[in-house]
């Protein structure tokens, strides 16, 4: 035995010492997880960080192309 989180008779008890007991052992083996909860906020969060958007597809492939037939 490693650790032991307690015991109980209540079944909201049990619950959450499984709860801490889950949250442990995801925390030993260094495991990251994404919250998939939390979308629209995170989503939200990402456009509103963005703070200009340069269009620049269209000028690397058609720039190139002027360029060698002496538009530039």
Do not use: P, Y
């Not at 989503?43 to 190139?64: A, M, P």
């Amino acid at each position: 035995m490693v650790k032991t989180f307690g015991s109980s008779i209540n079944s909201f008890e049990l619950e959450q010492l499984e709860s801490d007991a889950a949250m442990w052992i995801k925390r030993q083996r260094g495991l990251k997880e994404l919250d998939f909860e939390q979308t629209d906020h995170l989503f939200e969060l990402f456009i509103g960080g963005i703070n200009q958007i340069n269009v620049v597809g269209t000028e690397l492939l058609l720039g190139k192309i002027f360029d060698e037939i002496g538009f530039n």
